[in-house]
């Protein structure tokens, strides 16, 4: 039982049990990711202090920065007016994409092509070892 | 035939055929309304300069102000390394929120309480008449 029953029992799930989640550099609210929880994944993000998912991928718990250390500090937590989206205001550690990119956003669509625009904080192959 | 046809090409959309859209202030970078589009609402944000969307409860392309007035102007498109969600940067006229908020995410969780942070921009009931 945790004191955000009330709260979390408000939010609305998709059929699939999932709302989906805006992650923000709290700082200079650049867009760093976006993913989607579950109901504990949500839990686990408002009393955990770390952002937390569901892996569609793995079907599972996913606590963001597990294997690479790239973790996600939990400084606010919206929702949005139909209560179906959550925004989370993040102090990021290192950077928020698998790519070793800081945001996900780093395709920007220009004059009819794509340009990359972010910024590369490390390299792939060094951090996600087998 | 539109110059993006191979951009959005390379975009996922759901088993809906819907992408999400995060919007984003292009000056400030608050986040102000999130929604999804389908394919022919990606390439009318591309090519009209308006963000517009599939709106799922009236089940048909929104141009989103077109019954309130308060348009997006579209300032940037960005997609993730998935190429399954769209950052859009806008600027925002009056509000995003059918609420009357600037933005939608004006709930904020604070100490296990829903605290209202946002700032309201005109009364809902003014602006949206039968």
Redesign the interface.
């Known amino acids: 039982m945790s004191?955000?029953d009330s709260?979390i029992s408000?939010l609305k799930f998709d059929d699939k049990g999932l709302i989906?989640a805006?992650l923000?550099d709290h700082e200079?609210?650049?867009?760093l990711?976006?993913a989607f929880m579950h109901r504990e994944a949500v839990e686990k993000t408002?009393t955990s202090g770390l952002a937390t998912f569901f892996s569609r991928s793995r079907n599972k718990l996913w606590v963001k920065g597990e294997s690479s250390g790239h973790t996600q500090e939990v400084k606010?937590?919206?929702?949005?007016?139909?209560?179906d989206?959550l925004?989370v205001k993040i102090k990021q550690n290192v950077a928020a994409?698998?790519?070793g990119?800081r945001s996900?956003?780093?395709?920007?669509?220009?004059n009819?092509?794509?340009v990359t625009?972010g910024q590369k904080m490390f390299d792939e192959k060094d951090v996600y070892k087998k």
């Open positions: 004191a955000y709260i408000s989906p805006i923000q200079n609210n650049e867009i990711m976006f408002l606010a937590v919206y929702f949005d007016c139909d209560n989206v925004l994409c698998h790519t990119y996900c956003f780093f395709n920007k669509i220009e009819g092509k794509v625009v």
